[in-house]
């Protein structure tokens, strides 16, 4: 199953959705109001799901639970077969006034009979602590015999900010915005397909979901070298070199050198080939202002020679994509190796390279944010859940998508089409992240098994739809 995931959205952490939350109430609105608005909110999306089926609302004791039961009211006033199954009582406040609001059929949890769909609104982005064995049970019961499983905000017993616990759902309806339990490892994938309900509160954030990209228009005078000349430089197993630069090509790139020792046999013939003696003589090659971007590292190997050529590639004016052995030769040195001269870098590492490289512990933003920020470097920090970041601090998560992308070749070709896109100039929106969103989106339109050797020709049917500006 894909996930579907709303695109360009805004992530933020339970903090700072509860001072956004402030915010608001300090200009005079009140919680009631907002928690109307939150609950018709999903009220339409949960009428709209259930498609007449009897639905069951978990209401738990806190501001979520409010949610729950103003979820409950609207339902039945669309005359959507409802009933309440009450966690706890509904703590002072707007959460207590919307659970004296709701007349209609009520029990507790415990008591409570299977429905065809349920909605989970237990627990939000309180911190959540484990349900005793009674209730935890009951709610597996529950949860299992449903045939839709709606959370409101996140899966009950999910943490905000980590995503950590136990919950699941089919479909969760994020308030306001996303938080990184949504996007991020296990947690994300727990949540089902996530809708976002507007509910007007303004989150002022800098982490973003991917959003499909807007590509450079071509200028009238286009030719092969300004729609981006890129060199793919090519190691011990060359075939990774070929899927970078075959895919170079597909994401529209206008001239691929794949350059290396060993007689690139058997590449398509698009592809130029440059087959070098030594390694020294990569120099000369890249010795060429017409190059947009140098891509290095897909099956470069970790031989005298790799190192010979990634550091050639380093010592070279032109823009970088750093993948695969390329990272692995960097290593901990990889700030001071990139330098901080003004062309661009991006690494695209997957977690373990990640880890040879850089800190990784506590979350995959900070984690990833302070790594781009350490090396200068944007980095693509592979995975379930992609995190791009950039040296200012922007991050910007690619979640989602087919797991069938997770085959060797399919780094290679990513590599590839990022290359491609940052050679292709200026004019459209952030070249790394449209490489990242074409790579996906192309995945996404295949079947769940699939050759990484079919995935180009896919991703250039992902370009000729794309706007371009
Ligand atoms: N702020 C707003 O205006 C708006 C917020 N909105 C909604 O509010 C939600 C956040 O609400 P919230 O802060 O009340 O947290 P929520 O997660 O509902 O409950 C935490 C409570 O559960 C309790 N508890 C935890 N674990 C437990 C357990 N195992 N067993 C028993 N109890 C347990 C915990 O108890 P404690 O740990 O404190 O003892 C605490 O009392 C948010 O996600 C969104 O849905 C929208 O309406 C928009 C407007
Ligand atoms: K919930």
Excluded at 11 to 29: D, H, K, S, W
Excluded at 48 to 58: D, T
Excluded at 333 to 355: K, M, N, W, Y
Aim: hydrophobic letters at 45%; proline letters at 6%.
């Amino acid at each position: 199953m894909i996930r579907r995931v709303p695109e360009g959205a805004p992530i933020v952490n339970a903090a700072q959705m509860r001072a956004a939350e402030e915010a608001l109430f300090a200009t005079g609105m009140s919680q009631d109001t907002l928690m109307e608005r939150a609950g018709a909110a999903v009220a339409e999306q949960v009428s709209r799901l259930a498609g007449g089926r009897p639905v069951l609302v978990l209401a738990g004791p806190g501001n979520n639970g409010g949610d729950g039961y103003v979820v409950a009211r609207l339902l039945a006033a669309r005359s959507v077969p409802v009933s309440v199954a009450r966690f706890g009582q509904p703590k002072a406040g707007a959460a207590a006034r919307m659970a004296a609001q709701w007349d209609g059929p009520v029990c507790d949890l415990i008591a409570a009979q299977p429905h065809p769909v349920v909605v989970d609104a237990l627990l939000g982005i309180g911190i959540p602590r484990p349900f005793d064995d009674g209730i935890a049970a009951k709610l597996s019961a529950i949860m299992a015999a449903a045939a839709l499983r709606i959370a409101i905000d996140l899966p009950s017993g999910r943490h905000a900010d980590t995503g950590d616990g136990s919950g699941r759902a089919d479909v969760t309806i994020a308030l306001g915005a996303l938080k990184p339990a949504h996007v991020l490892g296990e947690g994300g994938a727990a949540c089902g397909h996530i809708l976002l309900a507007d509910i007007a509160v303004p989150v002022p954030t800098d982490v973003l979901t991917i959003a499909a990209p807007v590509l450079p228009k071509w200028r009238y005078d286009v030719n092969k070298f300004s729609r981006g000349m890129i060199a793919v430089v090519s190691g011990a197993m060359p075939g990774a070199g070929w899927l970078a630069g075959r895919a170079a090509l597909a994401a529209g790139a206008g001239y691929v050198q794949l350059v290396g020792t060993a007689p690139a046999e058997g590449a398509p013939h698009a592809l130029v080939r440059r087959t070098i003696t030594r390694a020294t003589d990569l120099e000369a090659v890249l010795d060429d202002d017409r190059i947009g971007a140098v891509v290095i590292g897909p099956g470069l190997g970790r031989d005298e020679d790799a190192h010979t050529l990634l550091d050639i590639a380093l010592a070279s004016p032109h823009d970088l994509v750093i993948d695969g052995d390329a990272l692995t030769l960097l290593g901990r040195s990889v700030a001071e190796r990139i330098g901080a001269d003004r062309r661009r870098v991006c690494l695209t590492p997957h977690a373990g390279e990640f880890a040879r490289m850089f800190d990784s512990a506590g979350d995959k933003l900070t984690a990833t944010r302070a790594a781009a920020q350490a090396s200068g470097a944007t980095i693509v920090h592979k995975g379930p859940d992609t995190v791009i970041a950039y040296p200012d601090g922007r991050l910007i998560v690619s979640t989602g998508t087919n797991p069938g992308l997770s085959t060797a070749g399919s780094g290679d070709l990513l590599a590839g089409i990022i290359g491609a896109r940052m050679a292709a100039g200026d004019g459209g929106s952030d070249p790394v992240a449209a490489g990242v969103w074409l790579h996906a989106r192309a995945a996404n339109h295949m079947d769940a098994v699939f050759a990484v050797d079919a995935l180009p020709d896919r991703i250039t049917q992902e370009v000729n739809a794309c706007p371009t500006r």
